[in-house]
């Protein structure tokens, strides 16, 4: 079989640049060469693209040269802000091209942690209690935080992945200044949550949710912090801050319902490809839900191909059913074909 071209696409504004560059690095190497060919497409900070190698130019340029290679898939290896939020999504819905991962609105969604907590809840998703706060007074939303969830809380940004800005605060004048910090950065809002003690686990999911999918749920990971007191961005990538358990440790029946729990997430938002939900369980309780990722890191320290090696499943063989997610998808005539060859 020749094999097909991919576009891996990665970079862009984000903060999290770097996580993007060493997620392609590892999609790159490891995609299997007997059906597929990776073709490496940076975004700069400023948003100009470079195809394999060449120089930094307009996204119309970038397209135009990826369907002269005859590219009919992108692999987004993007994090956060514009990769992760539905806007490249919409710019590949826009240009024909099917791609890796959730479409539009599962995209921005999911990205919307206040936005999908609502959506989550009216399905019946138990949550930490939590509330948001968009512009007006610090002082006044530390008082209602602490009137309401009480200390410690943790205080995030509605969006942003990776664990950006995640803080648990303890002080009460430390958590008007962290409010502060959030709802007066672009954007102005602030998501509070009650902080909940218990075993952090996560769950990725594999299927095309927005066409009917079957949707499997891989093994959990159990999150154990060791030199950190929250899953921070730098404890992610530091293999001495944590404990990453894989199939994960705990009772069947927790297990049975964090993989439940997940497969709803991926369900109800609309989600295609890999998704990762992060869970909360309380001793002798529920799990609470905490967000979901629609493009997990896919580096050799990530989450989601410790778990699907879990299941049996090689990091190779992960990406290509990605890839034939995409396609599957694009079958169903959500994504309009572009021109090229046969697929995988």
């Not at 602030?190 to 079957?214: D, H, K």
């Not at 869970?279 to 309780?285: R, V, Y």
Request: net charge negative; with cysteine.
């Amino acid at each position: 079989m020749t094999p097909f071209p991919v576009a891996v696409l990665y970079g862009g504004p984000s903060s999290e640049r770097e996580i993007s560059r060493r997620t392609a690095a590892a999609v790159i190497e490891a995609l299997p060469r007997d059906h597929l060919t990776p073709i490496p497409v940076e975004v700069s900070a400023d948003t100009r693209w470079s195809v394999d190698g060449g120089p930094f130019g307009s996204a119309a340029d970038a397209l135009e040269a990826l369907r002269a290679r005859g590219v009919r898939v992108v692999f987004p290896a993007l994090h956060g802000y514009w990769g992760e939020d539905g806007r490249i999504q919409g710019f590949l819905e826009v240009a024909g091209l099917p791609y890796v991962g959730s479409g539009v609105l599962a995209s921005a969604l999911a990205m919307d942690k206040a936005r999908a907590r609502e959506v989550l809840a009216a399905h019946g998703m138990p949550l930490p209690r939590a509330l948001e706060f968009r512009g007006g007074s610090p002082a006044a939303a530390a008082r209602a935080v602490r009137e309401e969830l009480g200390l410690p809380a943790v205080v995030k940004s509605p969006v942003g992945g990776s664990s950006l800005e995640v803080r648990i605060v303890k002080e009460p004048e430390t958590l008007e200044a962290e409010i502060a910090a959030r709802i007066r950065a672009p954007g102005g809002r602030a998501l509070v949550e009650e902080y909940l003690e218990g075993t952090e686990l996560t769950c990725p999911v594999l299927g095309n949710a927005s066409v009917g999918g079957e949707l499997t749920a891989l093994p959990l990971v159990r999150i154990r912090l060791v030199t950190t007191e929250s899953f921070t961005t730098e404890a992610k990538y530091d293999p001495d801050a944590v404990v990453e358990e894989c199939p994960a440790r705990v009772p069947e029946d927790l297990a049975e319902r964090v993989r439940e729990l997940a497969v709803l997430a991926h369900r109800v938002l609309g989600c295609d490809g890999l998704t990762r939900s992060d869970f909360l369980a309380p001793a002798g309780g529920d799990p609470r839900f905490l967000e979901l990722n629609t493009l997990p890191g896919l580096t050799a320290a990530s989450l989601s191909p410790k778990s699907a090696a879990a299941a049996g499943i090689p990091f190779p063989e992960l990406l290509l059913r990605l890839v034939r997610l995409a396609l599957e998808r694009r079958e169903t005539g959500r994504v309009p074909p572009a021109p090229g060859r046969a697929a995988p």
